[in-house]
């Protein structure tokens, strides 16, 4: 890239986006460019669409209202004749039409449809996964469930799995009969097939297959497994990469055999039930979580609908444990995301659809990791508790060849004032940036000064200041990558940036929190994300023999922390987190016979708490779980609390299927091993749930090589 001779501030109001994320108003607009690459690398002809949710707000300092027929942010109503059961789709709206990359179409329906009420999200799907026209479906088509031979509505439970590339034909979820036990899948972006004249699609984009239909593919592929993917659409090389089914080793396939994999001829496994939702694949390879919203939704809300379907079938509700093994590292905290609060708000509307229909109560859960991101030196924070002006400052590590813009959410209190941020890049004088006052809803932009550029090309970062969600107000930091195929445009130099914000906090004080977003590459994707983090010189990285220190010290130097560090889709009251912990290894606490927290796990801080702790590794030497490989027959290791959070799942779906009644964090609580975390509580919560027999006997076999 050319020299960088010096940077100017200047604001950008035409390019304010209330209700979208800010990692999408960045993408649609001055990195838009950037996200056309990624698209263009991980599926050629992909589109942009723009939907719409009503937000699910909670009051300031209330509890979320019950839903409602009458309010339109009711995700559900039951006086709609045209749904599956009877009710009416979510609160969504996905606006018609195709924008195909032109990112003033979509400000042009954003600033049309929006209202005070509405959250916006971009879908970047294939044009295959969308009916004609473009346009997705509105809501879900019917669905009519009868019961396999031998399932009966005692003892049934259903495993519910949000995930990317799931082999739903995998031979551990068949049953004795050859049949399937997944009764559902939603592939989201998968071919679309157009519904029978005057019927309704059954899913509003992508490709759902049915239990028979899979059971059908499984024999006529005769054992051909590439067969059997090609029949199901779930690996297609004439089309564009990636194809993360092609590799040995897949993340949903893993995941879901930890949850509710078997042997084919196990019987007792017949009433467990699965429903599966694959995410697209763009959604997974942006690992700040930006995409992942309306599609989680609209994910959950279909396994919960397609639950409903399952319990009409056997004429009682039957209990719903979901898995859903993604982690963000930023957000609102205290439960205020959106995704947390219309979780919350479909399983309130599940459990009184359920009454409704006659079927009675049953639980319905969801387990979440605790995230990976403990030694990320990705969080920062200060705090005073008086008023007057607070100052964060952050060495921000960003790394060279990174083609992915590099993010950092900055959450101030509510009554925060005088909002000025500081960023200077590697080897420039401050004056050659400076700091830049930021106005609420008046985002401003960094642009570099050189003459051979178009100057709509030459925006190094992005700042913006909001109050979207409840209670708090984010700053928010974009960006640019240090590296890009594309010719023309301006990217942000490598190095160690300065950045720093300043606000004058309210008469109690407050807390100013800083957290990197991820945009590493996720096994599977073309490389091409290169993680930044903190790179703060008091932060002390290993203990006094050597050793990766896992916990902050008791008088931590600088800012950079490690509690702090949970996922922020795990930060509602009463949600089901799970951390991670090796159960094999062998340390100086025998009581603990071996068991000890991954150094990844993450750190919760009060108020927020990981429930349990579940096997991520054997030990440090053998490191992962042993579960499913993608193809039937294979295994191998993964680590990582994605993999502890399905050992928890199955042993809550054990519990509801013997009729086990109280909270699922009680039932997991109980469930632990050794009398306690033993002063782990904020990483392993109540306690260090054993290993699953299988999953012993899997580490056994490989650490003697067989």
């Not at 030497?621 to 050992?647: E, K, L």
Request: with cysteine; net charge negative; charged share 20%.
């Amino acid at each position: 890239m050319s020299a960088l001779p010096g940077f100017e501030w200047h604001e950008d109001p035409d390019h304010t986006f209330p209700g979208l994320d800010p990692v999408n108003a960045w993408l649609l607009t001055h990195g838009a460019d950037f996200h056309a690459v990624t698209l263009a690398e991980g599926a050629l002809g992909d589109l942009t669409l723009v939907a719409a949710l009503e937000k699910p707000r909670l009051p300031r300092g209330g509890a979320d209202p019950a839903p409602s027929s009458e309010s339109p942010e009711s995700p559900e109503s039951p006086e709609s004749p045209e749904s599956d059961d009877g009710e009416e789709p979510p609160a969504v709206t996905l606006l018609p039409g195709d924008v195909a990359q032109n990112p003033a179409e979509a400000r042009r329906r954003i600033q049309a449809n929006r209202t005070a009420e509405r959250r916006f999200f971009l879908m970047p799907l294939p044009e295959r996964s969308l009916p004609a026209g473009g346009t997705p479906a509105q809501g879900f088509g019917r669905a009519a469930w009868t019961p396999p031979a031998g399932v009966s509505a005692e003892g049934t439970v259903i495993v519910g799995i949000v995930d990317h590339a799931i082999n739903v034909a995998h031979e551990r979820f068949r049953d004795p009969a050859g049949g399937s036990r997944v009764d559902y899948a939603w592939v989201q972006d998968g071919t679309y097939r157009p519904p029978a004249p005057g019927s309704r699609s059954a899913v509003p984009y992508g490709r759902e297959w049915t239990g028979p239909t899979i059971a059908r593919a499984i024999r006529d592929a005769d054992g051909d497994e590439d067969a059997l993917f090609e029949a199901l659409g779930l690996v297609d090389f004439t089309r564009p990469s990636p194809h993360p089914l092609a590799f040995r080793t897949s993340h949903g396939t893993h995941v879901l055999d930890l949850a509710a994999g078997a042997r084919p001829d196990d019987p007792a496994a017949l009433n467990t039930r699965i429903v599966s939702v694959t995410l697209p694949a763009v959604v997974t390879q942006e690992t700040s979580g930006a995409l992942l919203g309306l599609f989680f939704i609209q994910a959950l809300d279909y396994i919960l609908r397609r639950a409903r379907s399952i319990s009409a079938g056997l004429g009682r509700a039957v209990p719903v444990v979901v898995n859903f093994s993604f982690a963000i590292s930023g957000g609102p905290r205290g439960g205020n995301h959106v995704i947390e609060r219309c979780i919350d708000r479909l399983f309130a509307a599940h459990a009184a659809r359920l009454a409704a229909m006659g079927l009675g109560a049953a639980p319905a859960e969801i387990a979440v990791p605790s995230g990976n991101r403990n030694l990320a030196r990705g969080h920062a924070t200060t705090a005073c508790d008086a008023a007057g002006p607070l100052t964060l400052t952050l060495p921000w590590r960003v790394q060279p060849d990174d083609r992915t813009a590099s993010y950092v959410e900055l959450w101030l209190p509510e009554g925060a004032t005088d909002v000025t941020v500081g960023l200077h890049a590697p080897g420039t004088e401050a004056a050659a940036a400076g700091s830049v006052a930021l106005a609420e809803g008046v985002p401003q932009i960094l642009r570099s000064a050189e003459p051979d550029i178009d100057p709509a090309k030459t925006v190094i970062a992005r700042l913006s200041l909001d109050s979207e969600e409840p209670g708090r107000k984010r700053v928010f930091v974009a960006l640019a990558p240090t590296a890009s195929r594309a010719e023309g445009r301006s990217l942000a130099p490598s190095g160690l940036w300065q950045l720093s914000l300043t606000a004058r906090m309210p008469a109690t004080g407050g807390r100013i929190d800083a957290w990197i977003l991820r945009d590493d590459t996720p096994p599977g994707f073309p490389a091409r994300g290169r993680q930044s983090y903190f790179d703060d010189p008091a932060y002390e990285r290993f203990d006094g023999a050597g050793d990766l220190l896992d916990t902050d010290p008791a008088a931590p130097g600088g800012v950079v922390r490690r509690a702090g560090t949970l996922n922020g889709l795990a930060t509602s009251p009463g949600r089901i987190v799970v951390g991670g912990h090796r159960f094999r290894e062998q340390r100086d606490r025998p009581a603990c016979e071996g068991t000890w927290p991954a150094p990844y796990a993450a750190t919760a801080r009060a108020p927020e708490a990981v429930t349990v702790a579940a096997p991520s590794d054997s030990s440090r030497v053998f490191g992962g779980v042993i579960a499913a490989g993608t193809r039937s027959g294979t295994r191998v290791a993964m680590n990582g609390t994605s993999v502890a959070v399905p050992q928890a799942v199955r042993r809550l779906a054990e519990a509801r299927a013997t009729g086990e009644t109280g909270s699922g964090a009680a039932i997991l609580a109980a469930a632990t091993a050794h009398g306690g975390a033993h002063g782990y509580e904020a990483r392993a919560g109540a306690g260090f749930l054993p290993a699953h027999p299988d999953l012993t006997d899997g580490i056994d076999r490989f650490s003697r090589g067989g």
